[in-house]
């Protein structure tokens, strides 16, 4: 059985670990090399066992260890050309791991990945679409603005759904922010509210996803139990009481948060 493992997620941090203990890929790395290992270390990953990482976008919080990871484990990293392209700028690529751009379908030691677009602000970011060796599918969608028809149909039929529920609306539009940063975060290349997260969710499960897990909670924005409840709203404003697993990933994560699909 694939399990998927949240590292960490959130404004100070997102990586993903998806296989089995023998071997995997990582989605994002933006913490630490040396917290990653740490916690894999916690979840019984063996860094040698992440056979490559996939990159959403070039943002801090996703990359913040990918160049020291990358570099000690020679492990192969793949994005968009923006991305990568942004990457090069930032002095991430130094020729010490290999980078590839990822275009239509990549197979991966024995899974195959294909990608979607997602509306960011950011070069070229993407979303993730990963079928396991035990042929499940787990779809990757954080750091949007908005859900556009190539996501929806991109989230269809998945059996895990990680999706952004980054902030609670009214805590982000009364809070310390500056009003710069609200407007970004609250346009089409922002990040995604609870209720937008919550209002795909009935379509979802309605195309066979069962399992969901919410991600990037902003720390000064969301708490878990808000985005857990606007969730369950919006699935029994749909007239879905049951048949689902709702997971949230912690905001403050030290240890790792597993679950298997």
């Known amino acids: 059985m694939a399990e998927l493992c949240a590292l960490y997620s959130g404004s100070t941090g997102n990586s993903y670990f998806i296989g089995s203990k023998s071997s995997g890929i990582l989605v994002d790395i933006g913490r630490s090399a040396k917290q990653t290992v740490?916690?894999?270390?916690?979840?019984a990953i063996d860094p040698l066992a992440i056979g490559g990482i996939l990159i959403t976008h070039e943002h801090t919080d996703h990359v913040n260890g990918l160049r020291v990871f990358a570099s000690k484990y020679h492990i192969p990293v793949f994005a968009s050309v923006g991305t990568l392209s942004a990457l090069q700028t930032m002095g991430i690529l130094n020729g010490s791991f290999p980078a590839y751009t990822i275009e239509g379908t990549l197979q991966l030691g024995?899974?195959?990945i294909s990608t979607f677009r997602t509306p960011h602000d950011c070069a070229e970011s993407l979303g993730y679409r990963i079928r396991t060796?035990?042929?499940?599918?787990?779809a990757f969608a954080t750091d949007l603005g908005y859900i556009t028809p190539e996501?929806?149909?991109?989230?269809?039929?998945?059996?895990?759904t990680v999706l952004e529920s980054n902030h609670d609306v009214g805590m982000l539009r009364t809070g310390p922010y500056p009003y710069s940063l609200k407007r970004?975060?609250?346009s089409d290349h922002g990040h995604l509210s609870n209720t937008a997260c919550a209002e795909i969710l009935p379509t979802l499960f309605e195309n066979g996803?069962?399992?969901f897990m919410?991600?990037?909670l902003s720390r000064e924005n969301n708490t878990p139990d808000i985005a857990r409840q606007t969730a369950i709203c919006g699935m029994q404003m749909a007239g879905i009481e049951d048949g689902y697993i709702l997971d949230v990933a912690p905001i403050e994560n030290t240890d790792g948060y597993t679950v298997e699909f």
């Not at 740490?38 to 979840?43: G, K, M, S, Y």
């Open 214 to 216: 919410l991600a990037h």
């Open 110 to 112: 024995d899974m195959q």
């Open 209 to 211: 996803t069962k399992h």
């Open 151 to 160: 996501i929806e149909e991109s989230l269809m039929g998945a059996d895990l």
């Open 184 to 186: 970004r975060i609250l």
């Open 133 to 138: 060796a035990d042929n499940k599918v787990v």
């Open 38 to 43: 740490n916690i894999l270390n916690r979840c």
